[in-house]
């Protein structure tokens, strides 16, 4: 097809043919056409009040939907805004495309409005390219959202000159090419699977490319396979559901210790699974991701699978049909370790405590929730503990911000998923630290009707900071906020509503009320300060 248009609406037609529905912005005069061309194509315009948000927004809606996440950017800060969002996005591999404004080509060098070359600083992040002529802008973004979306997967970043953008061209959209599958490696399946068949205590430790490779039922017909434990991640989190016979959580470090075999699917062997170093001696380690970009060179591998996982893990299920399935005693061992720990929980669930007991929160919240509630968590202890109480029963139902571990996530994660699920309970937890970097967007969701269930774990403290510094050094410094700051009438300012709790028996009628409201809603609840979550060092 073929229309005549100014560049923007290159970009809108090109994002329009991708399927694409959303935009993410804040908006710059270098970006109008981007904007106009979305209102003349039907693209939702999602505005925000921080161009971090805007991108994180992007990223949310990219590792949720599986889909890519489209941000538009003025030039100059409106790309410094977004590059810890581009960095998250990054270490996330998701497949998000950012389109900034740039200073006009023919003044560059003379002094223009916020002119600063952005690819030599976005490139090591988010390979990035200018867009030197109208004409070529709508085979760019096509071929960015490709790659973007193309395994290792990871965000994309295109800017605009502004006369590029303002001039009018001949806007044709070129048809989509079929994508290449690679053959799979049959010896390595084979080697893996042999490897599941011999081992006695084997485990799968299975994460966010799982999912991003929509292989759940691969991942499924795998563990019931030879009945192997599965332990999550990431965005591997509910893709064998929380209440499947083979998925474990608690029993995850005993796991780690003992397993003589582990199988890691679909997530980087980084200092969540202590770089794959410190499983038990003698340990086998098998690698398999959906790239051989993405197989870890650190760590000696017993054998490892760098391919799109559906097929990877449908391979090595049907190698090992055959074999023997994990002894009954392996497994009823990690039973026993996981309801020793929920038993644990159970009297931090059922605190009585005042102060509230953070995992109170989650005794009271974790009941409320539907099987495919979206749970965003964006702070330190207070998410910490809802990584380990609230279960998933869905891939695509919890969202953090994963191995960058940027604060501020929440409210752009929270639109983009309120906006992808429109009937879904959307929950987004905050820490008392994490809501001040993007407390604005509250008023975003207010703005554009976006009934987000927020709820502030507000301990008056940065909690995950300040109890680690007391114990490395005796004391602590810069690890205070103000106590007791009312988060919910911030949120009455904006247009929503809020209600403060403080005692813990109130937080469940408050968290109904907040369901029921239908409008963005937040509950803040004072949580006790003096509650460390219990951790070892994470930080080398
Ligand atoms: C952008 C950013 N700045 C700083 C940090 C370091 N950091 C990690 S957790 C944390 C404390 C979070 O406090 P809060 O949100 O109140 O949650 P709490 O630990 O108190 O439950 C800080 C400062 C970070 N991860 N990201
Ligand atoms: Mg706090």
């Given at each position: 097809m073929s229309d005549q248009g100014h560049g923007g609406r290159a970009v809108s037609l090109a994002l329009k043919a991708l399927g694409v529905e959303h935009l993410f912005t804040l908006t710059g005069g270098h970006i109008f056409p981007i904007l106009d061309g979305c209102r003349q194509d039907g693209i939702r315009i999602v505005d925000t009040r921080h161009e971090q948000s805007a991108a994180f927004a992007a990223e949310g809606w990219a590792r949720l939907t599986r889909r890519v996440g489209v941000a538009a950017i003025t030039a100059g800060p409106g790309v410094t805004n977004s590059m810890s969002a581009l960095a998250q996005a990054r270490f996330n591999r998701a497949p998000v495309v950012t389109l900034a404004g740039r200073a006009p080509t023919f003044r560059w060098g003379q002094g223009s409005l916020q002119e600063i070359d952005h690819v030599p600083f976005v490139d090591p992040i988010a390979p990035a390219r200018t867009v030197t002529a109208t004409d070529e802008i709508a085979q760019e973004v096509i071929t960015a959202v490709h790659a973007s979306l193309t395994s290792p997967r990871g965000p994309r970043f295109l800017d605009f000159p502004l006369d590029v953008l303002f001039n009018s061209a001949t806007i044709q959209i070129p048809d989509a090419q079929p994508s290449e599958v690679p053959d799979l490696d049959d010896g390595a399946v084979l080697a893996i699977a042999d490897e599941l068949a011999r081992a006695e205590r084997p485990i799968l430790i299975a994460g966010s490319n799982v999912w991003m490779d929509a292989a759940e039922d691969q991942l499924a017909q795998l563990a019931e396979a030879g009945g192997i434990p599965v332990f999550m991640n990431g965005q591997g989190r509910g893709c064998l559901p929380a209440d499947h016979r083979l998925a474990f959580a608690r029993s995850r470090s005993k796991a780690m210790k003992e397993a003589d075999l582990v199988v890691v699917i679909g997530t980087p062997m980084d200092f969540r699974l202590g770089f794959g170093q410190n499983f038990a001696s003698g340990a086998k380690v098998v690698h398999v991701d959906s790239h051989p970009e993405l197989i870890a060179d650190h760590v000696r591998l017993a054998a490892s699978l760098g391919a799109p996982l559906k097929a990877s893990l449908a391979g090595i299920a049907d190698a090992l049909a055959d074999g023997p399935a994990v002894s009954r005693q392996w497994t009823a061992s990690l039973e026993a370790a996981e309801s020793e720990k929920g038993e644990l929980a159970e009297a931090e669930l059922r605190s009585g405590a005042s102060p509230i007991h953070p995992m109170r929160v989650y005794g009271e919240l974790v009941p409320l929730l539907d099987r495919d509630a979206v749970v965003i968590g964006d702070g330190g202890d207070f998410v910490s503990y809802a990584g380990r109480e609230v279960p998933s029963f869905?891939?695509?139902?919890w969202l953090d911000p994963g191995p960058y571990g940027c604060l501020g996530v929440g409210p752009g994660y929270a639109a983009a998923a309120r906006l992808a699920y429109p009937n879904r309970q959307v929950v987004a937890l905050f820490g008392d630290g994490a809501i001040g970097f993007s407390g604005t967007e509250l008023e975003t969701h207010v703005r554009l009707g976006l009934p987000v269930v927020c709820v502030v774990g507000n301990n008056g403290i940065w909690a995950l900071e300040k109890h680690p510094m007391r114990a490395l050094y005796g004391h602590d410094v810069a690890a205070d906020l103000q106590p007791g700051l009312r988060y919910d009438r911030m949120m009455e300012a904006f247009g929503g509503r809020g209600e403060l709790v403080a005692d813990p028996d109130d937080i469940a009628p408050a968290l109904k009320r907040a369901f029921d409201a239908g409008e963005p809603y937040l509950v803040n609840i004072l949580t006790d300060p003096d509650v460390a979550y219990p951790r070892s060092a994470n930080l080398a």
């Open positions: 869905q891939g695509g139902s």
